[in-house]
């Protein structure tokens, strides 16, 4: 629960500099950013948490639907469709088919 092995590696890997050192710290979430960002590690992944955070955000949901009979009053909760179509570039896909028929 502490980020030791990190902070161990880090003080002793002499090529932080030149290699970009990423670390998925899912043990360390006591540890601010800031302190992995001054060991020198380039890249911190918190993907665990934003995975655990999707699952209450969709049971949520999913229980507003399921006790409300409907899904119209969930837009202030949920994003657009054209959000979705813009993070997974969508957009670029369609004009690739055009492009390519």
């Known amino acids: 629960s502490d980020p030791s092995d990190i902070e161990d590696f880090m003080n002793n890997w002499e090529f932080k500099e030149e290699c970009p050192v990423i670390i998925v710290p899912t043990k360390y979430w006591k540890t601010p950013t800031t302190h992995f960002k001054d060991l020198g590690c380039s890249t911190i992944i918190w993907a665990n948490h934003n995975l655990r955070a999707c699952v209450n955000a969709m049971q949520e949901v999913s229980q507003k639907i399921f006790r409300d009979k409907m899904t119209g ?10 959000k979705i179509f813009e993070l997974t570039n969508m957009f670029e896909l369609v004009d690739a088919e055009k492009k390519y028929r």
């Open 73 to 82: 009053n969930l837009s202030s909760k949920i994003c657009s469709v054209r």
